[in-house]
């Protein structure tokens, strides 16, 4: 059984506009500015604000399961320390390592994206150079204090959602004719050809998985938590705001998209970073006679990717620091410094992280191993978060406990933990049916790699350490 290591912790600077950003941030980033056109495509503009509609309700519920057991014992290993807790070790240990390793292979990943990104201004300088520079600054944000992380996040969540709604706007005027050159549209789009629904369930399904994508890294509030000022009352808040915002901001502008190009439009096909002349952001404010347009969008799209390397360095720094603490990695890595900084877990992550981005110098598809890679692990993430809050719950009654003592309490329990687990569940299968069907073994060891290392460490740990599904009597429940 692992055992608590005693040692300096992290410091709780953490506000909840900071916590709201980092939320909100998360969400938003080239999934919306890009990857949606290309769910138009695939289901339609009915077919893909349903998708939109589904998994932004599942993720509403894992969000408010979170705050549950965030609000009641905050912590910065967040949804694996609480599988650690009200589930079992063998199910905390292979979430919280999966989890550190699907960070620490995203920021490489994310780093290489930028370097992309500036290739657009500055084609004639290797992009290794800005994605070096990406590292040092990420690693300076996190190192000086998680207040610095906080507050810089803030700030370029704040330059997305302004471009966002500058975007919603734009949309609108377009739509009823007042800007763009052209008659009102109207809802023409959805009545073309083949929409509003598009090769049917099956493209919703595969919009689920771009959906599901695009939403990625809302959980990493849950994180954050550890380090919040006032959990109790900013948890709850942050969740809130901010599942309205990003369902008001996804739906709005797939529905904007949609309206203004339709579905057959090739340029919606478009799901990639190196081609941002094709964003349906740039054709929608070049339709309106914006001149800088792809400059514009290129210089949002920046600063989405740094936003999210620098919350994924975060992210595994803390759950390295918790799987220390957790008696599950070296106890130096449970150590922080007196900023409240684990400056070991700091170090070690981005030396792992600089590690894996080097390996581009020697196969020239190491970028999209790295994506295939982590590929699922948020999903697994997710269905940590239905299954620990589901036992929580069931614990807390069990144990004679009274649903009024919670300082927050989800709403419809305990059909919120269940839809979740069974759409995350839809999503992972989804991801590749096509393998299953034509028994591509590599596509589907490719595909779901992220999930066969999940249960390589689950079963290792299990094995190891004869560990049992804890019951709901003996769950600790303690703050």
Known sequence: MAKEVQMAEVKRSLQTRHLTMIALGGSIGTGLFIASGSAITTAGPGGSLVAYLAMG?????????????????????????????YVGHSLGFAMGWNYWLNCTITVPVEATTIGI?????????PSWIFGLITFFLIFFINFISV????????????????????????????????????????????????APF????????????????????????????????????????????????????????????????????????????????????????????????????NAVILVAVLSSANSWLYGSTRMLYSQAREGYAWKIFGKANDRGIPIFALMGTTFVSLIIWSTQFFDAKAYNYMIDASGLSGFLA???????????????????????????????????PIFAFALCLIVIVGQNVDAFVTFDWKSIIVTYLSIIIFLILFFYYKIRHHTHLINLEDIDLSN
């Open 147 to 194: 207040r610095s992380y906080g507050e810089t996040e803030f700030w370029l969540a704040m330059v997305k959602i302004v471009s966002v709604i500058l975007f919603l706007i734009v949309g609108v005027a377009v739509i009823l004719g007042i800007m763009g050159g052209h008659q009102a549209i109207g809802l023409k789009n959805f009545t073309y050809k083949k």
């Open 117 to 125: 990104v500036m290739n657009f201004w500055l084609p004639q300088v």
């Open 198 to 297: 598009v090769n049917g369930f099956g493209g919703i399904l595969s919009v689920f998985v771009v959906a599901g994508f695009s939403f990625q890294g809302t959980e990493m509030v849950g994180i954050a938590a550890g380090e919040s000022n006032n959990p109790e009352k900013s948890i709850p808040k942050a969740i809130h705001s901010t599942f309205w915002r990003i369902i008001i901001f996804y739906i709005l502008t797939i529905f904007i998209i949609a309206c203004i190009l339709p579905y057959t439009n090739k340029n919606l096909l478009n799901a990639n970073v190196q081609d941002i002349l094709t964003s349906p952001f740039t054709l929608i404010f070049k339709r309106v006679g914006l001149a800088a347009a792809a400059s514009v969008m």
């Open 382 to 416: 997710w269905l940590g978060i239905a299954i620990a809050h589901f036992r929580f719950r069931r614990a807390f009654i069990k144990q004679g406990h009274d649903l009024s003592e919670l300082k927050y309490q989800s709403k419809f329990f305990p059909f919120g």
């Open 57 to 85: 309700l599942m993720v509403y519920f894992l969000m408010t399961s979170l705050a549950e057991m965030a609000t009641h014992d905050p912590l910065s290993g967040s949804f694996a320390a609480y599988a650690n807790k």
